[in-house]
C-alpha cells in the first residue's frame, strides 16, 4: 500500500469508532458501513481519484483481439512500446468490425446451448485489405511523430498520424485491433476499479469526503432523520469532495508557465 493512501477497511473502523449513543447510525451494521465505502470510493475514483494501471498483453493472432483486464473500467490510452521504450498510441476507430453471427447445426438449426432462450453467436469478423499503416511503415517518419502530441511534429507535414487503430468491444470484453498492426503484445493504459483490489484504498486526500458519503448515505432513506439534517450531510459530503478534488488537480505556476512556452516554435515561412 502506498503511503498517500489509506485503506478502506481503516476508514470503515475510524467511522464506526466514532460514533456515539445519540448518533442517527449508531446501531448500523459493520457490513453495511463497509459496503457503503466502497460504493463511495468507486464512485470517487471515477471522478477525481482515477486509478491508472498499465498492463502488457498478448494479442490473439487468430481474431487480432486482445482480452480486456479483469478491472477494466476506461481506457486512457492503447498502443505499442518500441525497444527505445517509447509508447506510441493507437487511435480509436468506431468502424472496425466486430459482427457476429448466430450458429447453427449440421441441419442450419439455431443453437441455444444453455437454454436462456438467447441463440449462441460466433464471431463473424472479415480482415479487409486497406488501412492507414502502423509503425512498420514510414518508420522513419512514425518515430519522429507521437500521435496526440504537440511535440516532435514535422512542419508542413499534416496531422493523424498513429501506430494503429483499435476498437473497445464491450460485449465480448476485448480489444479489437487492425489487420495492420501486426504486434504480438499491445500495452493499455486504463481507469481500473479500486474496489475490486484484495485490499481497496483511497487517497488520504479523499478520507474525510468518504466519511461523509457514509454518514449521507446512511441517513438517506431513514424516516426518523429530519429533512434538515439530510440536507446538511448531502451539503458537507459535496464541501469534502470539492476540497479532496482541489488538492488533488492543483495547479502550480511552473506548470502554468510550462503549458504557455512549450507551444513557441519557431519554423519557417513560406
Not at 41 to 69: G, H, Y
Not at 119 to 142: H, P, W
Request: glycine fraction near 6%.
Amino acid at each position: 500500500m502506498a503511503r498517500n493512501t489509506v485503506t478502506i477497511k481503516e476508514v470503515v473502523n475510524d467511522f464506526l469508532l466514532t460514533l456515539s449513543e445519540d448518533d442517527y447510525v449508531s446501531n448500523v451494521p459493520d457490513y453495511h458501513v463497509h459496503n457503503l465505502a466502497l460504493r463511495g470510493a468507486r464512485e470517487m475514483q471515477f471522478d477525481i481519484m482515477k486509478r491508472i494501471k498499465s498492463l502488457k498483453l498478448t494479442v490473439d493472432s487468430t481474431l487480432n483481439t486482445v482480452e480486456l483486464p479483469d478491472d477494466f473500467v476506461d481506457f486512457v490510452r492503447i498502443g505499442e512500446v518500441t525497444n527505445e521504450g517509447f509508447f506510441y498510441a493507437y487511435k480509436e476507430n468506431k468502424n472496425i468490425n466486430m459482427a457476429m453471427v448466430y450458429r447453427t447445426d449440421v441441419n442450419g438449426n439455431l443453437i441455444d446451448s444453455d437454454g436462456d432462450g438467447v441463440y449462441d453467436r460466433e464471431d463473424a469478423k472479415t480482415v479487409g485489405t486497406s488501412a492507414t499503416g502502423s509503425l512498420s511503415d514510414d518508420s522513419f517518419i512514425n518515430a519522429k511523430y507521437l500521435y496526440d502530441s504537440l511535440e516532435g511534429r514535422w512542419y508542413g507535414y499534416g496531422g493523424a498520424r498513429e501506430a494503429g487503430q483499435f476498437r473497445i468491444n464491450y460485449d465480448q470484453n476485448r480489444i479489437e485491433l487492425t489487420s495492420t498492426t501486426g504486434v504480438e503484445e499491445i500495452f493499455v493504459e486504463y481507469i481500473a476499479d479500486a474496489a475490486l483490489d484484495k485490499n481497496p484504498c483511497i487517497h488520504v486526500y479523499g478520507e474525510e469526503a468518504l466519511r461523509q458519503y457514509i454518514y449521507m448515505k446512511l441517513i438517506e432513506r431513514k424516516a426518523n432523520v429530519p429533512m434538515v439534517e439530510k440536507q446538511r450531510a448531502r451539503q458537507e459530503y459535496f464541501n469534502e469532495f470539492r476540497r479532496a478534488k482541489a488538492r488533488l488537480n492543483s495547479f502550480s505556476k511552473e506548470e502554468a508557465l510550462y503549458t504557455i512556452r512549450k507551444n513557441f516554435r519557431q519554423s519557417p515561412k513560406y
